[in-house]
């Protein structure tokens, strides 16, 4: 099962008070990975983005790849008034059209991650620079400005969205973040996870229909607009294969800057 979007399309749900309450957490997704080559050079595709109105007011966290340059490619995220960058990783290291990828970003006062891998949890890497990063910086917790800032995007920040193609996304309240070699970074999420505020299946469709929101196993449900379209019918179809491999050596990044990204 999955949920694809075109270039005006994107998945916003309702206030989630237990996501606008959260100061730290992580949170992680499966996507095909044709949005992100489809990039061009100084161009972004947002991942998720959580904030106040699905505008960019009381922005509390926000995911997108980057097109760093014509053969590079980032995965970055805003958070606390800081936006944290990998390395540039030759986009030829990137798997073909069609293929899944599963991505990760963790948040705790100290130590900010991110992940982007294959479905089986191998970090993807040129063999120079890899899209493992944990970032050891004091960058503060998650903001709670507005009270209300739960409301959670995918596919979008402050209106701009791409054709792209989602298989789940998930949600975890806690100051507790999964170790890199291990595999609730990219399994498949469950209802029962502990400290999970937000889970979306993306397994909506059923023969004959086109469903107008995204129904959410924890939370609320994905309000959908734009043009997008179901695909499969069943249960979810996250691809989760294997025991966890053994990863790359984690790169840090410490800078800290007083900008965000759209």
Request: glycine fraction near 10%; aromatic fraction near 10%; avoid cysteine.
């Given at each position: 099962?999955?949920?694809?979007?075109?270039?005006?399309?994107?998945?916003?749900?309702?206030?989630?008070?237990?996501?606008?309450?959260?100061?730290?957490?992580?949170?992680?997704?499966?996507?095909?990975?044709?949005?992100?080559?489809?990039?061009?050079?100084?161009?972004?595709?947002?991942?998720?983005?959580?904030?106040?109105?699905?505008?960019?007011?009381?922005?509390k966290w926000q995911a997108q790849m980057l097109k760093s340059d014509a053969t590079h490619h980032q995965i970055k995220m805003t958070g606390a008034g800081s936006v944290i960058s990998s390395?540039?990783?030759?986009?030829?290291?990137?798997?073909?059209?069609?293929?899944?990828?599963?991505?990760?970003?963790?948040?705790?006062?100290?130590?900010?991650?991110?992940?982007?891998?294959?479905?089986?949890?191998?970090?993807?890497?040129?063999?120079?620079?890899?899209?493992?990063?944990?970032?050891?910086?004091?960058?503060?917790?998650?903001?709670?400005?507005?009270?209300?800032?739960?409301?959670?995007?995918?596919?979008?920040?402050?209106?701009?969205?791409?054709?792209?193609?989602?298989?789940?996304?998930?949600?975890?309240?806690?100051?507790?973040?999964?170790?890199?070699?291990?595999?609730?970074?990219?399994?498949?999420?469950?209802?029962?996870?502990?400290?999970?505020?937000?889970?979306?299946?993306?397994?909506?469709?059923?023969?004959?229909?086109?469903?107008?929101?995204?129904?959410?196993?924890?939370?609320?449900?994905?309000?959908?607009?734009?043009?997008?379209?179901?695909?499969?019918?069943?249960?979810?179809?996250?691809?989760?294969?294997?025991?966890?491999?053994?990863?790359?050596?984690?790169?840090?990044?410490?800078?800290?800057?007083?900008?965000?990204?759209?």
């Amino acid at each position: 099962m999955s949920l694809t979007f075109t270039a005006n399309a994107q998945g916003l749900s309702s206030n989630i008070p237990a996501v606008a309450s959260m100061t730290n957490g992580w949170a992680k997704g499966q996507i095909k990975v044709d949005a992100i080559n489809a990039l061009t050079s100084g161009t972004t595709m947002a991942l998720h983005q959580i904030d106040q109105d699905g505008a960019g007011t009381n922005v509390k966290w926000q995911a997108q790849m980057l097109k760093s340059d014509a053969t590079h490619h980032q995965i970055k995220m805003t958070g606390a008034g800081s936006v944290i960058s990998s390395a540039s990783v030759l986009s030829s290291a990137l798997p073909a059209n069609g293929s899944l990828v599963n991505f990760f970003f963790g948040w705790t006062n100290l130590t900010q991650y991110m992940q982007l891998t294959d479905p089986l949890g191998n970090v993807i890497t040129d063999g120079t620079n890899s899209f493992l990063v944990a970032n050891s910086a004091n960058n503060g917790p998650l903001s709670t400005t507005g009270g209300a800032n739960g409301e959670v995007t995918i596919n979008a920040q402050s209106g701009a969205s791409r054709a792209s193609t989602w298989y789940g996304f998930a949600i975890y309240s806690t100051g507790t973040i999964p170790a890199a070699a291990t595999a609730p970074r990219y399994s498949v999420p469950s209802p029962s996870d502990a400290n999970i505020v937000g889970f979306w299946r993306l397994n909506d469709a059923t023969s004959g229909t086109t469903p107008t929101s995204a129904s959410a196993s924890v939370g609320n449900p994905l309000v959908l607009s734009g043009t997008y379209n179901w695909s499969g019918v069943g249960t979810n179809q996250w691809v989760y294969i294997g025991a966890p491999p053994i990863q790359p050596k984690v790169a840090s990044f410490g800078a800290r800057h007083r900008s965000f990204y759209y």
